[in-house]
């Protein structure tokens, strides 16, 4: 089977599919590392309760949440929440097979 890759999500693309689909398997399917950083898991438990995605997040247990904060440069925070912030420098500091997941790119490859 070919090298499916690594990701690192942002909120929308997890709020989303858990929405849509009532769970985060397809990224399980779609990729070999899931990773959340921990201003994105915050921000998607925040929600708390029924939220979407927050049962979803807790319960697959697959998906690396880390546990540790990034240090936002000023650039990034001009614009951005925390969660993308963090997104976009975690991929920025892996190899060039991680990939940052964008809904709309989440949601097109889910539906084929």
Known sequence: MPERG???????PLITLAAATGELEAFR?????????????????????????????????????RSSTVVLQPFLRNGLDAGEAAVI?????????FWYVWTRQSADAWRG
């Open 6 to 12: 690594a990701v690192v999500a942002d909120a929308t």
């Open 29 to 65: 399917v779609l990729y070999d590392h899931v990773i959340v950083p921990w201003e994105v898991a915050r921000e998607v438990l925040a929600a708390g309760g029924q939220a979407c995605a927050v049962r979803e997040l807790a319960q697959a247990t697959w998906i690396e949440r």
């Open 89 to 97: 420098l975690k991929q920025h500091s892996m190899s060039p097979f």
